[in-house]
Every structure is written in C-alpha cells, then in structure tokens.
C-alpha cells in the first residue's frame, strides 16, 4: 500500500514539474505577433524593433513596396502636403520595375529600407542566401539614390533567430512593425482609419502598403487625426533614439 502511495505521489509531481517547464518555455518564448499574412519562427533570442520606448508623441509611419507603383506618387503628395516625411521599404524586383519611383521616393526626402531582393520567407534561407538577397536590394537602391539602406524589413514579417543576427552583424536594423493598417486586407476606408488611430501610441511604427486598394482615401484622414491628437511622424531611423539601447522581449527598443 505504502509503495503504490509512493508511486503515485512520485508521478502527481513529476507531472506537475513538467507543467510547470512547458508554462515557463512557453513565456520565454512568447514573441509579438508580425505580419498577419504569415507565421513567424519563434526567435531565441534575437527580436527585431517593434515599437520604441518613448514619452514623446513621436511616431513612424512606413511602406511597404512590393508590387504595383500607380499610388506612389500620390502617396509622397498627401506626405508633402503635410510636411512629413516617412520610410519606404522596397524590395528588389520593384525597384527593377520602377526605378523612376525609387528615385523620386529618394529626392523628395523619404528615406528607403531594405525589403530583400525577391521577397522571400527569410527564416527559410542559409546565411548566406538572406546576405544575398539583402545585398543584392541594398546595392540597387544605392545605384539609383547614391545611398545605401541600413534598415531591413523581412517580408511577411517572418524571422528566426539567424534572420536578425545576421542582419545586425552586417549593419542593418531588423524593423517590424506595431501597429498594421490592415490594408493589405481590403477592408474599407473607415476600418483602416480606425485600425490605425485607434491603436497608436507614442513610439508606434505604423506598416501601409504603397499600392493597396485604399490607401489614398484613407491615409489624409489617418494623418490628419494623428497630427491633431499631436503627434510627430517621422521617418523610422528619426524614432531610433540614439547611444547604447536593447530591445526587450516584446519588442520594444528602449535605451
């Protein structure tokens, strides 16, 4: 009788120890969410900039660059209209398509990451792959602008580990993103609008896509709503605070 009692509490808690490790692995590597489009790789260690640790209301907002162009330029104009400059991230076979746009987006002051070269999952490849499919977009831009990226954002927003190590150790800052339109979704002007400005905050980045389907009837608004609530936008590297910093492990980048 005294054994099988033995037995029994010997296996309660062996069961209770091996809760316990599966609940305390899960929290270590809880991550934020990236693109909703796709699954990410749970990182070990290594987290990209999701947001900043900030008390000013100073935002970023960004775009992505990928397929189509006809908007681009509107785009810059809304920008313009209000005085804000902001962050393309462009990948490789759009600035083929439309080198034209890469160098307007440069002139009229914008800045311009890095979104690879043909867009892939980035956690899928070698080492040696993501540096050519980084190297390859950076040397692009740098032929048409005279200047060389150091941001990269992942396309889908899909990382590991290896992703942002190797990006850091060769220059880059890996950016994501906190706050996403949803335009890619198509979901309206009004759902797009309140997806942003109900859920920004200081030290917010903000992903829009260049060419989805209501970016232009939405965007004056989302601009507009920001500015009056007294926020700064500004390009992604101008939220970046300066000196020693480390991101945290929901992705805030805090000095």
Same mark, same amino acid.
């Given at each position: ?11 309660? $808690?062996?069961?209770? %120890? ?7 692995? %899960? ?6 969410? &990236? ?7 749970? $990182?070990? =260690? ?21 397929? &189509?162009?006809? /908007? ?18 462009? !990948? ?8 034209? /746009? ?6 009229? =002051? ?26 390859? %977009? ?32 060769? &220059?880059?800052? !890996? ?12 979901? &309206? ?8 400005? /109900? ?30 609530? =007294? ?6 590297? $101008?939220?970046?605070?300066? =000196? ?12």
């Amino acid at each position: 009788m005294n054994i099988k009692l033995n037995k029994k509490t010997l296996l309660g $808690a062996m069961k209770a %120890c091996l809760f316990a490790l599966t609940a305390a692995i %899960c929290t270590l590597t809880l991550i934020p969410k &990236g693109d909703t489009e796709a699954q990410m790789t749970i $990182a070990s =260690g290594n987290i990209p900039v999701y947001s900043v640790d900030t008390s000013e209301k100073k935002i970023a907002i960004s775009f992505d660059a990928a397929w &189509g162009a006809e /908007k681009t330029s509107r785009i810059m104009d809304i920008l313009e209209e209000r005085d804000i400059k902001t962050t393309f991230f462009l !990948v490789g076979f759009w600035i083929d398509a439309y080198p034209d /746009k890469v160098e307007e987006i440069a002139q009229r =002051g914008h800045e311009i990451g890095n979104h690879s070269s043909t867009h892939p999952k980035m956690s899928t490849l070698s080492k040696e792959q993501m540096l050519m499919e980084v190297n390859d %977009c950076s040397d692009k831009i740098e032929a048409l602008t005279g200047s060389r990226p150091t941001l990269f954002r992942p396309p889908y927003g899909d990382y590991n580990d290896s992703v942002v190590s190797t990006l850091r150790s060769n &220059g880059y800052e !890996v950016i994501q993103w906190s706050v996403d339109s949803l335009d890619w979704k198509n979901l &309206g002007v009004q759902p797009m609008i309140d997806k942003v400005v /109900k859920n920004v905050k200081p030290g917010s980045i903000v992903l829009f896509h260049n060419n989805s389907d209501y970016i232009i009837e939405a965007l004056p608004t989302i601009l507009d709503a920001l500015i009056k609530d =007294g926020y700064e936008i500004v390009p992604v590297s $101008a939220l970046l605070p300066e =000196g020693n910093t480390h991101v945290n492990n929901a992705g805030v980048l805090m000095q």
